[in-house]
């Protein structure tokens, strides 16, 4: 146990510059790249360009309020869609009945799912943040009601039986045996549906709002910022690695890894 | 008294893919009486598994009636306590909370279920690791859990489908001795399905051997050796000696004919 505990630090240490390294060959790629095959800033931007189009946001406060808007929207959707998804997914797997009806519904939803409600969405919402929370929740929901219904699915029938026959109650089951059950998948579906999240967010911020992440990336184009552009896709791509690691990651640390055997260090 | 009666239980399967029809228990009957540990065993396929999760009420019969003190029972519930092959332990919660589950439900305070949870604890041999996850766990730790959570609720009677088929020679002894230690202790009324010979005749009042599949009783051994029972005077014990090799011969393990069918689905 000791040498295990001992070695912890450094493990996490060699994942961590592991998970470094090839941003950082990518940025030397970049930094090399541009002077040397003379790359005009309308096709790509120089690294020190977007770093100073990240100064310039930065400081005239745009940036952050930006950045504020588009992770509040997330947040929202995704949770909604949570809140709402992953009890409508138990229920579902519990229910031999409930999940005939809507199974062959959720197919059909796949492909539409979040991007291709945004025309309804400002139809019925108005252009601004509850178009953008509804295409947002509208992404997140089927990847979390599909999975969560998966889990249930995956649960072992010996322990639905150990629990029925200790005289466990439908609610207490749910609560103490098909939640936690199903845990496993629902933080995958957490995981695949904030990859959604993200992207119908961009697509509605686009079209449905003048604020931001998703509408800066766009507006840029209009003004051929590359800079900005590429920046906004960075900040994105951040954002989206700090919510897994901040939110999902130790949610999984603390459930599903403590449950289990199997201890996998998280790339 | 009758604790449990088993009368002309019957089992079809129908394969939903071709449409044929497998008669799994042609037609079982048996009785065990209040205090009484009763092993069922046969040779694989036989259905002696079906025939417990249709008394646990995990699996409707096509046939016959199952009877727990007189009244029949449909459905699993807490009055029959199953301890299973796989343990079927909570992964996501502690040994303690495993063990505590089914006072829970039954709506026993928080300070009660804790105290009884402990009193099981310290009798299956598991103090010190109350706070421990079933995975931190042996596969005869895990077990020891699994009677202990089912003993926490006093059912009627304790239903254990091949418990120890899952750990290993060693540690397989040691359980059995230990379940019939706890066994001795509280005379639960026992259920007890196992393929193995050894394990039928030492622990059990009583051995009902089931035939190859369509099953049916093909005897009912009584077993007159005197309790306490070690695994270390066993096999000088003449009258182990006597019932083993007639259990042998009877499920055609000593001359080698295999008489069990394919099991089924």
Redesign the interface.
């Known amino acids: 146990m000791t040498v295990v505990e001992k070695l912890r630090p450094r493990a996490r240490a060699a994942s961590t510059a592991w998970f470094v390294s090839p941003f950082a060959v990518l940025l030397a790629v970049w930094l090399i790249a541009i002077p040397a095959f003379d790359v005009s800033a309308r096709t790509f931007p120089s690294a020190p360009a977007v770093w100073s189009a990240f100064v310039d946001l930065a400081t005239d406060g745009d940036l952050t309020s930006h950045v504020l808007t588009s992770l509040g929207r997330v947040f929202a959707g995704a949770g909604i869609a949570v809140v709402v998804g992953v009890p409508f997914g138990l229920l579902m797997g519990m229910s031999a009945g409930l999940s005939a009806f809507f199974a062959p519904l959720l197919r059909f939803s796949v492909a539409l799912a979040g991007i291709a409600w945004i025309p309804l969405a400002t139809l019925w919402l108005g252009y601004g943040n509850n178009a953008v929370v509804f295409v947002v929740f509208n992404a997140v929901f089927f990847a979390i009601v599909y999975n969560s219904m998966l889990g249930v699915r995956q649960t ?1 029938t ?2 639905l ?9 439908r609610w ?1 089951m749910f609560w ?2 098909y939640l ?2 199903a ?1 496993p998948n629902i933080v995958t579906g957490a995981r695949v549906g904030l990859g959604f999240a993200w992207r119908g967010l961009i697509a509605a911020e686009i079209i449905a709002t003048s604020t931001g992440l998703g509408y800066t990336l766009f507006l840029a184009r209009q003004y051929y910022e590359t800079d900005v552009i590429i920046l906004m896709m960075i900040l994105i791509g951040i954002l989206w690695l700090i919510m897994d690691r901040l939110i999902l990651a130790p949610l999984e640390r603390r ?1 599903v890894q ?4 199997e201890r996998r260090e998280r790339a | 008294m009758t604790m449990l009666s088993v009368d002309q239980l019957n089992q079809v399967y129908v394969d939903t893919y071709t449409g044929e029809a497998t008669v799994a228990i042609e037609d079982v009957s048996f009785d065990v009486p209040e205090g009484q540990f009763v092993s069922v065993i046969g040779p694989s396929g036989c259905g002696k598994t079906t025939v417990l999760n249709i008394v646990a009420g995990f699996v409707d019969a096509t046939g016959g009636t199952v009877r727990l003190q007189g009244s029949p029972v449909s459905g699993p519930g807490p009055d029959r306590g199953v301890v299973f092959q796989d343990f079927a332990l909570f992964p996501w919660k502690t040994v303690e909370a495993n063990i505590a589950f089914g006072l829970k439900t039954q709506g026993v305070g928080k300070v009660e279920r804790r105290a009884k949870a402990q009193e099981m604890i310290d009798l299956v041999g598991l103090t010190g690791f109350e706070k421990k996850y079933p995975h931190e766990l042996s596969g005869g730790m895990r077990q020891r859990a699994g009677v202990a959570r089912v003993l926490a609720t006093e059912p009627a009677i304790m239903l254990m489908d091949e418990p120890f088929a899952s750990v290993d020679a060693q540690t397989r002894r040691v359980l059995q001795q230990e379940v019939l230690r706890i066994w001795e202790q509280r005379r639960t009324t026992v259920l007890f399905v196992t393929h193995d010979v050894d394990e039928a005749v030492f622990m059990s009042d009583r051995v009902v051997v089931l035939s190859p599949r369509p099953s049916t009783v093909r005897a009912d051994l009584s077993i007159q050796i005197p309790r306490p029972r070690s695994w270390t005077d066993m096999h000088t014990n003449t009258e182990f000696v006597r019932i083993r090799r007639e259990l042998m011969t009877m499920l055609g393990v000593e001359t080698g004919v295999e008489t069990g069918s394919r099991s089924a689905p």
């Open positions: 072992s010996s322990l039986r150990a629990a029925r026959s200790l005289g466990a109650s207490r103490e045996i936690p059950g845990l459930t403590r449950w289990s055997a």
